[in-house]
């Protein structure tokens, strides 16, 4: 998505490792647990092109030194704090996934550290078509509850709607579905075999979670047996890569760029 190779990635923990191997391209170095300190800038077969920083989590003290010793100058992470480091410049981007085609309720803010001078001015995010939840959902799944149909199913925009109490939320699934996302989340759908004036209340699959965070048709394999916690965790790829062209406007343009990865406690590096 992001024009990125994976050449490095760094765990805290193995527990991710046989999804990542199975992910990245047989060239890719993976490291697993302590030692980090002992990766250098030799540790990056790196071409020349620009080396980025993708980390999942917050910036630590551990990851700004594991990104000096391996000459990193731009980190794009999903935290950061009010005080950032000392010869560090930030810029954020705030993407509202909905207004670039996403089908969920959320919004995400990617901020972008570069070291020794700032960034250039993020550039805009282009807006795209509108998608709503129907684009993900199958109609021709089984259910056994069903409840009244709406009454007026008319959106200009699409918008998060809870049919059901608060205690137990059932969405329309002409609107967004709430974020974060997982197979606990009930919908209220028209199907196949519908009871006159009634649609069909379920709960959505682990593939419609994946369809509905921009997951590809040739992952969504790799991904369908992992828990709710992780899919909870995970962030719309449209988001993310809007949020990522609109911090790197130097970069477009540019087919080949080289990459690092920091995810859960670990550092990828991409290329």
Excluded: Q
Excluded at 58 to 87: E, K, N
Excluded at 100 to 122: L, N, Q, S
Excluded at 190 to 206: E, I, M, N, Y
Aim: charge should be positive.
């Amino acid at each position: 998505m992001l024009g990125l190779e994976a050449v490095l990635i760094v765990l805290g923990v193995p527990t991710s490792l046989p999804l990542v191997e199975s992910l990245v391209t047989p060239g890719c170095m993976i490291w697993v647990g302590d030692g980090k300190d002992r990766l250098g800038a030799g540790s990056l077969p790196l071409n020349g092109g620009l080396t980025v920083g993708l980390v999942d989590g917050g910036i630590t003290t551990d990851i700004l030194h594991m990104a000096s010793a391996l000459s990193l100058h731009d980190l794009v992470t999903t935290r950061w704090g009010r005080r950032y480091p000392r010869g560090w410049y930030l810029s954020i981007v705030e993407v509202s996934y909905a207004a670039v085609g996403g089908v969920t309720a959320a919004v995400t803010h990617i901020a972008r550290y570069r070291k020794a001078d700032p960034p250039p001015k993020p550039g805009t995010v282009p807006l795209a078509v509108p998608r709503d939840a129907s684009t993900v959902l199958a109609f021709t799944k089984t259910v056994r509850h069903y409840r009244r149909a709406p009454a007026v199913k008319v959106f200009e925009m699409p918008v998060l709607t809870n049919l059901g109490p608060l205690e137990a939320p059932s969405y329309h699934s002409g609107g967004l579905l709430p974020f974060p996302l997982d197979t606990a989340v009930r919908v209220l759908i028209p199907t196949l075999f519908s009871r006159d004036g009634c649609w069909g209340l379920r709960t959505v699959s682990a593939t419609e979670v994946l369809l509905a965070l921009d997951v590809s048709d040739a992952l969504i394999p790799r991904f369908v047996a992992v828990s709710n916690t992780l899919l909870k965790s995970l962030l719309p790829g449209r988001a993310l890569v809007a949020s990522y062209k609109a911090l790197f406007p130097d970069t477009e343009g540019h087919p080949v760029r080289e990459g690092l990865m920091v995810t859960g406690g670990g550092w990828n590096a991409g290329r």
